[in-house]
C-alpha cells in the first residue's frame, strides 16, 4: 500500500549561502522508508513573466509558492496526468497546502500517479504533517478534473477539500493542527521522498499538468505578493520539469523533462 510522508527540507541559497527551511509531504512504496533531510537549492532570481515571482530550485517540488504572509486559504484545480511507466518505482503528487516553505508543518491536500514498474496508480489524498497521510479509496484516473482548497476555520482547525469532478466524488476533511504557522500557501508538483538510504523517488513521467485558478488569501495567487516560482532540480543541477510562468489568472503549467 502506498503511504505518504511529511518530510522537512533545508533551503540554501546558490549565492548567498542565506538558510531557509521547506517541508513537503513525501510518498513511499513498501520497501521504501523516510529518509532523511533533502536541499532545496534557492537562487531567489527575479522570473520573467511571471506575476511578482523570483525562483528557486529545490529536488522535490515544483510551482509557485506565497511566502511573506499570514495565509488563510489556498486553492487551485488542474487535470489529473497519465503517468508514463517503465520499471521500478517512480510518483508524483500535485497538492495545494498551507505551511511548509518556512514552517515545520504542512495541511494538504491532492492527487498522485505513482508507477511500480510498467502500472500506474492513480488516487488521492490528504495530509496533516506530522501526522501520517490518510489515502482516499475513490476512483481516480487520467483526465479527471480536480478541484481542491485547503482552509483555515480557526482554533487550529482547517478545512481540506478535494473533489473529482470528472467521477463524482469530493470530500470535505475537517483536521486539527495546533501551533500551525500559516507562513505560506503554495501550490505544488512533487517527487516525494524517500528511496531507502533517504533519496528522492523517481520522478513518474506525467507529460504536462495545466494548473488553473491558484488563489490564496481569495486572491489569485500572483496577486498576494511574495512569490517564489520553485524549479525541480535533480543533483547536478539539470531540471527535473519546466514550470511555466504564473499568470495574472493564477494558472500555469508543469512539463515533465527526467525522472532523477
Not at 530550485?57 to 515544483?62: D, I, M, R, Y
Not at 503528487?93 to 491532492?110: H, I, K, N, P, R
Not at 482547525?157 to 493542527?177: E, K, N, P, R
Amino acid at each position: 500500500m502506498l503511504r505518504r510522508w511529511g518530510i522537512l527540507l533545508a533551503m540554501l541559497t546558490l549565492a548567498a549561502g542565506m538558510a531557509l527551511t521547506a517541508s513537503s509531504a513525501s510518498a513511499a512504496t513498501t520497501g521504501f522508508t523516510l529518509g532523511g533531510p533533502i536541499h532545496l537549492v534557492g537562487a531567489n532570481r527575479a522570473v520573467h513573466g511571471a506575476v511578482g515571482a523570483h525562483q528557486a530550485g529545490s529536488t522535490n517540488w515544483s510551482g509557485y509558492a506565497a511566502t511573506t504572509g499570514t495565509y488563510t486559504s489556498v486553492s487551485a484545480s488542474w487535470t489529473q496526468p497519465a503517468g508514463t511507466c517503465g520499471s521500478g518505482a517512480q510518483q508524483a503528487a500535485f497538492w495545494v497546502g498551507l505551511d511548509g516553505y518556512s514552517s515545520s508543518s504542512v495541511e494538504q491536500t491532492g492527487s498522485e500517479v505513482d508507477c511500480v514498474g510498467s502500472t500506474a496508480r492513480y488516487y488521492a489524498w490528504y495530509e496533516m504533517y506530522p501526522n501520517a497521510a490518510v489515502d482516499y479509496s475513490d476512483t481516480v484516473q487520467p483526465g479527471d478534473q480536480f478541484n481542491a482548497s485547503v482552509t483555515f476555520t480557526g482554533t487550529s482547525t482547517f478545512s481540506l477539500d478535494i473533489a473529482d469532478t470528472t467521477q463524482g466524488w469530493s470530500h470535505t476533511t475537517v483536521a486539527s493542527l495546533a501551533g500551525a504557522a500559516r507562513s505560506s500557501a503554495e501550490v505544488i508538483v512533487e517527487a516525494p521522498c524517500c528511496a531507502t538510504g533517504g533519496g528522492i523517488l523517481p520522478l513518474t513521467n506525467f507529460g504536462t499538468v495545466n494548473i488553473a485558478g491558484s488563489t490564496a488569501n481569495g486572491a489569485a495567487l500572483g496577486s498576494v505578493g511574495g512569490m517564489t516560482q520553485i524549479v525541480m532540480i535533480d543533483n547536478a543541477g539539470r531540471d527535473k520539469d519546466l514550470v511555466s510562468s504564473l499568470n495574472s489568472e493564477g494558472n500555469f503549467s508543469a512539463t515533465w523533462l527526467g525522472s532523477n
